[in-house]
């Protein structure tokens, strides 16, 4: 799945919208600076989160020279000259980081890092010009959103030195991870893109699977180990100079809802009858494939087989788990590679299906200046897919390292979402140039994915041979899309919840991978399919966290992009199940998106909202509304085989986490599913051989206790119901 994008404040200013999962990317820069401070506007999301955005500008304010400017004109003044001078830096930051980004070398690497001091020293000189202004009565709400916005530093409040310092942390971890790659005995080495991934999502063999997940992590994850703890402090140092409690304060801010966490729990408890019968009818399918001793129908499923290298989306494994196999395929693959489709016609394809809705055509310097396929001129590039954002109103690109496939097609779109996002609001305040939320960013592709992806619309376009109108084929076609939909709710969740409590120290770096497989067996029911220890370090296999880029905006657009389709088939006229609607060619659909992407960040996200919906708030609804079909047909299908939903063995580990003792080349084994060394698991041995004696001596005394007492009792005349510790051990 792909998303991603790095909102354009001052530092953290490339929209790099990245793929599913893959958010905004500015390798060198902290996506934390989408800290965007509320804006004191009148809507009810600002005011409600006034009180914990305007903290960071009233406390550096009170700093600042005792006389406060209240005058509007000369903050008129101000702002249109950081508009003028921030597209300038802005637009050399992103040709430098682009540059890096398509071709990693030294050289491009120091000019990105001077571009981004150049980047720090713009935000500082406009940021601390802005904390002069006292905007509480100012009479233009946009005017005061803007300044309030201006004055968070992010990253720039750093001292230099240690600025510095963070800027080369998140180069070396983009690094690390962008260039890494895993080598078999025979010198046959693989990089992420496009061989492990390719691996992945096509084999079917256990060992092999295993091969490459392991080794994925223990290149990537434990080389950006040394690194995080680091950034982990500068990220928090500049957050609380930028009056945040910690980083994920400030990356939760640009959201305006002060009860955003308990939002988003609500939103996650009411998509799961959904997950935990998907999880449960994978589980059987996997079972039926692999086995008893890899699967166990009550406990976690392994996280290397489900098609993903993260296990982010499982589509990949839809031919083990297809309800109906003797139903017409709905995969366009085939199709595409037999007609001679290549990664620049999949995008044109997306450009006309915007176009289709009377929205923008992309510019003729997208086609000339986009990395739209793997370089072969031996180039090291980051393959992430990733949409940019060059601040001059013309440029904007991608950047994707595609193969001719279906779901590389479904990114494309997504990507071209972004890039229209882009259009929309180049006219604005550069400011004010972000999505209304930075999930709206993720979703509006992604909504048109959602149409795209429909066997009425591949079949107008000639990839399917038939429209897909019988009730297996709506079956088969629902459970595709919940492979990736369904399936990416919880992993979307839990990056972000396990990297808030890291930035709030309530998880620590001895804990990291601990409390990393803690959520991941919590909200998604899986496990690692070897042992794991605190030397290995798995959430920084994964693209976003060494790149820094938040990642709560997947599991937010992931939601709010089925109430935008059910909003917008309602727009075209569609009548009908909501998993049937394709909105192309709708002028209706597109001018309702039109509308709200014209907004950017200039209004709260739920005036973008009304303007697409009619109603301001997220809502889980319109996604259990689409897959209510196939959500009656998994509860059929698990009651028929009595399965138990989650994972009540929780502790159950497969046969290759089990018999491996230790790693090779160290002296560590596995005790109780935790990599140890040998000495602290002789350790562990002893204490639990003390534990046992100190219980069975327990125990007999406590027999010889009770013993006593009914023979005491015995004689005793009953005088009603006795309560003991019996009750109260029962309820405790």
Known sequence: MGQGWAAPGPPSLLLLLLCFGNPLLVPSQEVTSQVTIDQGTTSQATTRSQTTTHKATTSSQTTQSPTLVTDEAEASKFVEEYDQQSKVVWNEYAEANWNYNTNI????????????????NHTLKYGNQARRFDVTYFQNTTMKRMIYKIQDLERAALPAEELEEYNQILLDMETTYSVASVCHSNGTCLQLEPDLTSLMATSHKYEELLWAWKSWRDKVGRSILPFFPKYVELANKAAWLNGYKDAGDSWRSPYEMPTLEQDLEQL?????????????????????????????????????????????TWSNIYDLVVPFPSAPNLDATEAMIKQGWTPRRMFEEANNFFTSLGLLPVPPEFWNKSMLEKPTDGREVVCHASAWDFYNGKDFRIKQCTTVNMEDLVVAHHEMGHIQYFMQYKDLPVTFR??????????????????????????????LSSDGDSYEQDINFLMKIALDKIAFIPFSYLIDQWRWRVFDGSITKENYNQEWWSLRLKYQGLCPPVARSQGDFDPGAKFHIPSSVPYIRYFIGFI???????????????????????????????????????????????????????QPNMSASAMMNYFKPLLDWLLTENGRHGEKLGWPQYNWMPDSARSEGSFPGNSHVNFLGLNLEEQQARVGQWVLLFLGVALLVATLGLTQRLFSLRQHNHHRTHRGPQFGSEVELRHS
């Open 268 to 312: 996650f408890q009411e998509l799961q009858p959904l997950y935990l019968n998907l999880h449960a009818y994978v589980r059987r399918a996997l079972h039926h494939h692999y086995g008893p001793q890899h699967i166990n129908l009550e406990g976690p499923i392994p996280a290397h087989l489900l098609g993903n290298m993260w296990a982010q």
């Open 105 to 120: 070398t030294t050289e491009a690497s120091k000019i990105l890092l001077q571009k981004n001091i150049q980047m720090a």
């Open 560 to 614: 709010i992009q089925f109430q935008f389709h059910e909003a917008l088939c309602q727009a075209a006229g569609h009548k009908g199940p909501l998993h049937k609607c394709d909105i192309y060619q709708s002028k209706e659909a597109g001018k309702r998106l039109a509308d709200a992407m014209q907004l950017g960040f200039s209004k709260p996200w739920p005036e973008a909202m009304k303007l697409i919906t009619g």
């Open 434 to 463: 972000e999505g209304a939320n930075p999930g709206f960013h993720e979703a509006i592709g992604d909504v048109l994915a959602l149409s795209v992806s429909t066997p009425k619309h591949l079949h107008s376009i000639n990839l």
